[in-house]
């Protein structure tokens, strides 16, 4: 029913930045909360951030100041602008995205299938 696509992913230098990309695709109906959770090896999953529909924004603390998180709803596309990066911050990243779908009234949550980010020297 919904796809979400992501793109940005790869091998970056300390410090260095990157951005991620995740476009949502299908029958839907409007698109609520947007984010990314990560998972690095041996850690559980965890948010990094989220963008409500209106605009509103949160960010894990060991990102905060570092990450930034947007939207473009005419292109159901949410963006995750990460500087300073860290090797800490090597992990998998995950878009989600709640979405009504055209037919059903239930929202429900979709996941991206993951991009690799590494940050190393």
């Known amino acids: 029913q919904v796809q979400l696509v992501e793109s940005g992913g790869g091998l970056v230098e300390p410090g260095g930045s990157l951005r991620l990309s995740c476009a949502a695709s299908g029958s839907i109906r409007a698109i609520y909360t947007m984010g990314w959770y990560r998972q690095a090896p041996a850690k559980q999953r965890e948010l990094v951030a989220g963008?409500?529909?209106?605009?509103?924004?949160n960010y894990a603390n060991s990102v905060k100041g570092r990450f930034t998180i947007s939207r473009d709803n005419a292109k159901n596309t949410v963006y995750l602008e990460m500087n300073s990066l860290k090797p800490e911050d090597t992990a998998v990243y995950y878009c989600i995205a709640d979405v009504r779908g055209m037919i059903t009234t239930e929202r429900a949550r979709y996941w991206g299938q993951g991009t690799q980010v590494t940050v190393s020297s």
């Open positions: 963008v409500t529909s209106g605009g509103n924004t």
